[in-house]
Protein backbone atom coordinates (compact mmCIF):
# COMPACT_ATOMS: atom_id res chain seq x y z
CA UNK A 1 0.00 0.00 0.00
CA UNK A 2 1.70 3.29 -0.44
CA UNK A 3 1.40 6.67 1.24
CA UNK A 4 0.48 10.01 0.09
CA UNK A 5 1.13 11.31 -3.65
CA UNK A 6 3.91 11.30 -5.79
CA UNK A 7 6.66 13.47 -5.74
CA UNK A 8 8.69 15.18 -8.29
CA UNK A 9 12.38 15.19 -8.37
CA UNK A 10 15.06 16.43 -10.70
CA UNK A 11 17.53 13.93 -12.92
CA UNK A 12 20.88 14.26 -10.18
CA UNK A 13 18.11 13.61 -7.38
CA UNK A 14 16.87 10.73 -8.55
CA UNK A 15 20.71 9.29 -9.68
CA UNK A 16 21.72 10.06 -5.95
CA UNK A 17 18.48 8.57 -4.71
CA UNK A 18 19.01 5.25 -6.75
CA UNK A 19 22.63 4.90 -5.49
CA UNK A 20 21.72 5.33 -1.85
CA UNK A 21 18.98 2.58 -2.29
CA UNK A 22 21.44 0.45 -4.00
CA UNK A 23 24.03 1.06 -1.06
CA UNK A 24 21.19 -0.01 1.25
CA UNK A 25 20.65 -3.26 0.00
CA UNK A 26 17.23 -2.88 -2.03
CA UNK A 27 16.78 -4.44 -4.91
CA UNK A 28 15.84 -2.54 -8.14
CA UNK A 29 13.59 -4.01 -10.60
CA UNK A 30 11.93 -2.65 -13.75
CA UNK A 31 8.52 -2.61 -14.68
CA UNK A 32 7.61 -1.83 -18.19
CA UNK A 33 4.03 -1.97 -18.01
CA UNK A 34 4.37 1.00 -15.35
CA UNK A 35 7.75 2.19 -16.73
CA UNK A 36 8.82 2.13 -12.97
CA UNK A 37 12.03 1.50 -10.87
CA UNK A 38 10.72 -0.36 -7.84
CA UNK A 39 13.08 -0.66 -5.22
CA UNK A 40 11.77 -4.04 -2.33
CA UNK A 41 13.22 -5.39 0.42
CA UNK A 42 12.12 -9.51 0.91
CA UNK A 43 9.89 -9.10 -1.96
CA UNK A 44 7.67 -5.85 -0.60
CA UNK A 45 8.09 -2.73 -2.50
CA UNK A 46 9.08 0.51 -0.45
CA UNK A 47 9.89 2.79 -3.48
CA UNK A 48 8.86 3.41 -7.03
CA UNK A 49 9.97 5.69 -9.27
CA UNK A 50 7.96 6.36 -12.54
CA UNK A 51 10.89 7.36 -15.08
CA UNK A 52 10.04 10.17 -17.55
CA UNK A 53 7.66 8.41 -20.38
CA UNK A 54 10.27 10.12 -22.98
CA UNK A 55 13.23 8.05 -21.92
CA UNK A 56 13.79 4.26 -22.36
CA UNK A 57 15.44 2.03 -19.87
CA UNK A 58 18.29 0.05 -20.41
CA UNK A 59 19.44 -2.78 -18.16
CA UNK A 60 22.73 -2.08 -19.77
CA UNK A 61 22.89 1.91 -20.14
CA UNK A 62 20.76 3.18 -17.95
CA UNK A 63 18.24 5.81 -19.12
CA UNK A 64 18.41 6.98 -22.73
CA UNK A 65 16.47 9.67 -24.61
CA UNK A 66 13.83 8.25 -27.29
CA UNK A 67 13.90 9.21 -30.31
CA UNK A 68 11.69 11.05 -32.53
CA UNK A 69 9.06 10.33 -29.51
CA UNK A 70 4.87 10.27 -30.41
CA UNK A 71 3.04 10.45 -27.13
CA UNK A 72 -1.06 10.34 -27.34
CA UNK A 73 -3.00 10.74 -24.00
CA UNK A 74 -6.73 10.04 -23.22
CA UNK A 75 -8.46 11.39 -19.93
CA UNK A 76 -11.91 10.32 -19.16
CA UNK A 77 -14.13 11.29 -16.82
CA UNK A 78 -17.81 11.55 -16.77
CA UNK A 79 -19.13 14.51 -19.36
CA UNK A 80 -15.60 15.10 -19.30
CA UNK A 81 -12.44 14.28 -21.43
CA UNK A 82 -9.62 15.20 -22.73
CA UNK A 83 -6.99 14.15 -26.00
CA UNK A 84 -3.36 15.19 -26.43
CA UNK A 85 -0.64 14.57 -29.10
CA UNK A 86 2.87 15.43 -28.27
CA UNK A 87 6.22 14.86 -30.43
CA UNK A 88 9.34 15.16 -28.65
CA UNK A 89 7.58 16.69 -26.00
CA UNK A 90 5.69 19.39 -27.77
CA UNK A 91 2.05 19.79 -27.92
CA UNK A 92 0.80 19.06 -31.45
CA UNK A 93 -2.83 18.67 -30.64
CA UNK A 94 -5.51 18.44 -28.02
CA UNK A 95 -9.22 18.54 -27.89
CA UNK A 96 -11.41 19.08 -24.39
CA UNK A 97 -15.36 16.74 -24.82
CA UNK A 98 -17.88 17.47 -22.92
CA UNK A 99 -21.32 15.82 -23.16
CA UNK A 100 -24.78 16.11 -20.84
CA UNK A 101 -24.74 12.54 -19.25
CA UNK A 102 -24.48 13.53 -15.52
CA UNK A 103 -28.00 13.53 -13.23
CA UNK A 104 -27.85 17.08 -11.79
CA UNK A 105 -29.42 15.94 -8.53
CA UNK A 106 -27.51 12.52 -8.24
CA UNK A 107 -24.71 13.37 -9.53
CA UNK A 108 -24.63 10.32 -11.45
CA UNK A 109 -23.61 9.83 -14.96
CA UNK A 110 -26.36 8.22 -17.02
CA UNK A 111 -24.41 5.23 -17.90
CA UNK A 112 -24.49 4.30 -13.76
CA UNK A 113 -28.38 4.60 -14.33
CA UNK A 114 -29.02 2.40 -17.25
CA UNK A 115 -30.60 -0.14 -15.00
CA UNK A 116 -33.13 2.03 -13.28
CA UNK A 117 -36.86 3.08 -14.31
CA UNK A 118 -35.18 7.01 -15.51
CA UNK A 119 -33.79 5.31 -18.75
CA UNK A 120 -37.87 5.89 -19.80
CA UNK A 121 -37.54 9.76 -19.25
CA UNK A 122 -36.70 12.48 -22.05
CA UNK A 123 -34.12 13.50 -20.18
CA UNK A 124 -32.56 10.57 -19.70
CA UNK A 125 -32.64 9.68 -23.36
CA UNK A 126 -31.05 13.13 -24.36
CA UNK A 127 -28.11 12.26 -21.59
CA UNK A 128 -27.93 8.47 -23.20
CA UNK A 129 -27.56 9.58 -26.50
CA UNK A 130 -24.69 12.74 -25.25
CA UNK A 131 -22.92 9.98 -23.40
CA UNK A 132 -22.56 7.69 -26.70
CA UNK A 133 -22.00 10.21 -28.89
CA UNK A 134 -19.39 11.24 -26.21
CA UNK A 135 -17.09 8.08 -26.91
CA UNK A 136 -17.44 8.34 -30.39
CA UNK A 137 -16.10 11.47 -30.61
CA UNK A 138 -12.85 10.69 -28.04
CA UNK A 139 -12.32 7.57 -30.69
CA UNK A 140 -12.87 9.82 -33.83
CA UNK A 141 -10.08 11.68 -32.75
CA UNK A 142 -7.79 9.01 -31.36
CA UNK A 143 -8.32 7.45 -35.08
CA UNK A 144 -7.15 10.81 -36.37
CA UNK A 145 -3.59 10.06 -34.14
CA UNK A 146 -3.37 7.12 -35.00
CA UNK A 147 -3.84 7.77 -39.28
CA UNK A 148 -1.33 10.66 -38.48
CA UNK A 149 1.48 9.63 -36.44
CA UNK A 150 3.50 6.50 -35.38
CA UNK A 151 2.36 6.70 -31.73
CA UNK A 152 5.09 5.41 -29.60
CA UNK A 153 2.67 5.29 -26.59
CA UNK A 154 -0.92 5.73 -25.43
CA UNK A 155 -1.29 7.38 -22.25
CA UNK A 156 -4.89 6.51 -20.76
CA UNK A 157 -6.77 7.90 -17.27
CA UNK A 158 -10.36 6.10 -17.33
CA UNK A 159 -12.06 4.42 -14.53
CA UNK A 160 -12.89 1.16 -15.62
CA UNK A 161 -16.30 1.79 -15.27
CA UNK A 162 -16.18 3.25 -18.28
CA UNK A 163 -14.23 1.32 -20.26
CA UNK A 164 -16.87 -0.96 -21.88
CA UNK A 165 -18.36 2.07 -23.35
CA UNK A 166 -15.30 3.45 -24.62
CA UNK A 167 -13.66 -0.19 -25.83
CA UNK A 168 -17.27 -0.85 -27.33
CA UNK A 169 -18.11 2.58 -29.06
CA UNK A 170 -18.16 2.31 -32.98
CA UNK A 171 -15.54 3.33 -34.22
CA UNK A 172 -13.04 2.06 -31.20
CA UNK A 173 -9.87 3.14 -29.66
CA UNK A 174 -6.93 2.88 -31.77
CA UNK A 175 -5.00 0.28 -29.10
CA UNK A 176 -6.48 -3.48 -27.68
CA UNK A 177 -6.86 -3.27 -23.92
CA UNK A 178 -3.93 -5.06 -22.77
CA UNK A 179 -1.89 -3.72 -25.99
CA UNK A 180 1.73 -3.27 -24.96
CA UNK A 181 2.34 0.33 -25.63
CA UNK A 182 -0.87 1.06 -24.01
CA UNK A 183 -0.15 2.86 -20.28
CA UNK A 184 -2.03 3.72 -17.64
CA UNK A 185 -1.52 7.44 -16.37
CA UNK A 186 -0.08 6.85 -12.70
CA UNK A 187 -1.41 10.39 -11.18
CA UNK A 188 -4.94 11.04 -10.12
CA UNK A 189 -7.07 13.20 -13.04
CA UNK A 190 -9.67 15.18 -11.31
CA UNK A 191 -10.90 17.34 -14.24
CA UNK A 192 -9.59 16.31 -17.43
CA UNK A 193 -9.27 19.68 -19.31
CA UNK A 194 -6.50 21.67 -20.88
CA UNK A 195 -4.25 22.82 -18.20
CA UNK A 196 -5.04 19.40 -16.69
CA UNK A 197 -3.41 17.67 -19.68
CA UNK A 198 -0.32 19.71 -19.93
CA UNK A 199 -0.05 19.26 -16.15
CA UNK A 200 0.30 15.42 -16.64
CA UNK A 201 2.00 15.71 -19.41
CA UNK A 202 5.06 17.83 -17.69
CA UNK A 203 4.57 15.23 -14.74
CA UNK A 204 5.06 11.97 -17.18
CA UNK A 205 8.00 13.72 -18.50
CA UNK A 206 9.75 14.08 -14.87
CA UNK A 207 10.78 11.74 -12.29
CA UNK A 208 8.06 10.98 -9.83
CA UNK A 209 9.07 9.17 -6.22
CA UNK A 210 6.18 6.73 -4.37
CA UNK A 211 6.68 5.79 -1.28
CA UNK A 212 4.80 2.46 0.61
CA UNK A 213 4.01 2.78 4.12
CA UNK A 214 6.38 0.46 5.39
CA UNK A 215 8.49 2.23 2.83
CA UNK A 216 8.16 5.94 4.62
CA UNK A 217 8.97 4.40 7.35
CA UNK A 218 12.55 2.60 6.56
CA UNK A 219 13.76 5.01 4.37
CA UNK A 220 13.21 8.30 6.00
CA UNK A 221 16.71 9.71 4.93
CA UNK A 222 15.96 8.79 1.59
CA UNK A 223 12.93 11.03 1.14
CA UNK A 224 14.65 13.94 3.29
CA UNK A 225 17.30 14.00 1.41
CA UNK A 226 14.96 14.54 -1.85
CA UNK A 227 13.20 16.89 -0.33
CA UNK A 228 16.22 18.92 1.10
CA UNK A 229 18.21 18.23 -2.61
CA UNK A 230 15.08 19.56 -4.34
CA UNK A 231 14.48 22.18 -2.30
CA UNK A 232 18.15 23.48 -2.69
CA UNK A 233 17.87 22.67 -6.46
CA UNK A 234 14.47 25.27 -7.08
CA UNK A 235 17.01 27.81 -4.56
CA UNK A 236 19.67 27.72 -7.01
CA UNK A 237 17.05 27.69 -10.14
CA UNK A 238 15.34 30.57 -8.62
Excluded at 45 to 72: I, Q
Amino acid sequence: MSTGNYQEINSTIFSNLQNKAIDMGLQQTYLPESHQLEFSETNEWLLKVSLPWSMEFSRTEGLLKREDYHLALVMIRAGIACTGHFHNGEMVNHKVFRAYMVRQKQGKSQIKYLKTKGKSRAGSRIRLGESEQFFVDINERLQSYSDQYPISHWGISCSKTLWPYFFGANPTPPFEKKQENLMSIPFHVQQPDFETLQEIHRKLNNFQILFSEIGRRKLGSIEQMAKSQQEDRDLEDW
